[in-house]
């Protein structure tokens, strides 16, 4: 595979290829070219705020050539916070591109470094005029990993994701949260159901 508009497959952390029936290719990944701060290096270092952000781009070739990137998460809509660790999944008909991903833009998140998973419902996402709908898929913030809540785990997130789609529409999403059973700080896997055909 070749990848996204310019760019070397080594230059993304992490990405998400999906395809819809027709062979059109999807492809999602974060990264930090509009970051800011000093938010590279040590977490204990680091001074947010880091605005590291989530894109994708589309194909209608099979891979050949590349749309310019999308930025499904601009600063204009949720300030300049972090958004990473992105999986997705399209509908076979390719109305509709699902997005799951951590998520700092609620509350202080940025700043104490609690996290959230949002779900981006990117339609007309074949095209060079999307729109998105947005949708909080936790129901309260995660906290962060530290010596004091959790010295085993400390400074370190598993940032496990995974999105499907089901027969109906929905994002299907799977992923490490640190919001334990009766008020520990541990990592579990949860799961939701985001969305529906319209």
């Excluded at 998520?103 to 998973?117: K, L, P, V």
């Excluded at 959790?150 to 994701?161: C, H, R, S, W």
Aim: glycine residues 10%; aromatic residues 14%.
């Amino acid at each position: 595979m070749s990848a996204p508009h310019g760019y070397r497959l080594d230059d993304f952390v992490e990405g998400s290829l999906s395809a819809d029936d027709a062979g059109n290719l999807y492809f999602v990944w974060a990264d930090f070219r509009n970051g800011g701060g000093s938010c590279t290096g040590s977490a204990a270092t680091a001074t947010p705020p880091c605005n590291n952000d989530v894109f994708y781009v589309f194909s209608s070739d099979r891979g050949a050539t590349w749309s310019a990137p999308f930025n499904v998460t601009p600063a204009n809509k949720f300030g300049p916070t972090a958004q990473w660790q992105p999986w997705s999944a399209v509908t076979p008909d390719g109305e509709k591109l699902w997005i799951a991903y951590y998520d700092r833009s609620y509350g202080n998140c940025e700043f104490t470094g609690c996290n959230d998973i949002t779900a981006a419902a990117v339609r007309r996402s074949a095209s060079n005029r999307p729109s998105v709908d947005y949708t909080r898929v936790t129901t309260s913030s995660m906290p962060n990993l530290v010596v004091a809540n959790n010295p085993a785990e400390a400074g370190f997130l598993g940032d496990y994701m995974w999105v499907t789609v089901d027969n109906r529409g929905r994002a299907n999403v799977v992923w490490a949260d640190t919001r334990g059973l009766n008020q520990t700080v541990e990592e579990d896997v949860y799961f939701a159901i985001v969305g529906g055909q319209d």
